[in-house]
């Protein structure tokens, strides 16, 4: 049987508001295989310090930080290894269980 979590991750941004990381890898680092059966990309949101140029402002740096949402379908025996990897990431800003159909 499988649980479904929702994340939502912290997201650093180049100075043209592109992604510079992959939050999802900071939580397969400290994940054993067989604990994340599946996961979907849900969506991402750009940092608040892009306006109408290419690039943030300099004065904006510290809005340089969008978010990305992913979907994972996870072992309900081994719910807890993934909890703990999520919150050794140190990029999740928010993981909840979702109801399943």
Known sequence: MAIRYRVTFMER????????????DYVT?????GVVL???FVERTGPLA??????????????SVG???????????????FLAAVKNSQMAMECFPIATD
């Open 13 to 24: 941004t180049n100075a043209y508001g592109d992604p510079s990381e992959f939050p999802p």
């Open 29 to 33: 680092i400290d994940l054993p295989s």
């Open 38 to 40: 599946d996961r979907t």
């Open 50 to 63: 892009r306006h109408s140029t290419d690039t943030l402002e300099e004065d904006d740096d510290f809005l």
């Open 67 to 81: 978010s990305e949402t992913w979907d994972y379908e996870v072992s309900e025996a081994r719910q807890d290894e």
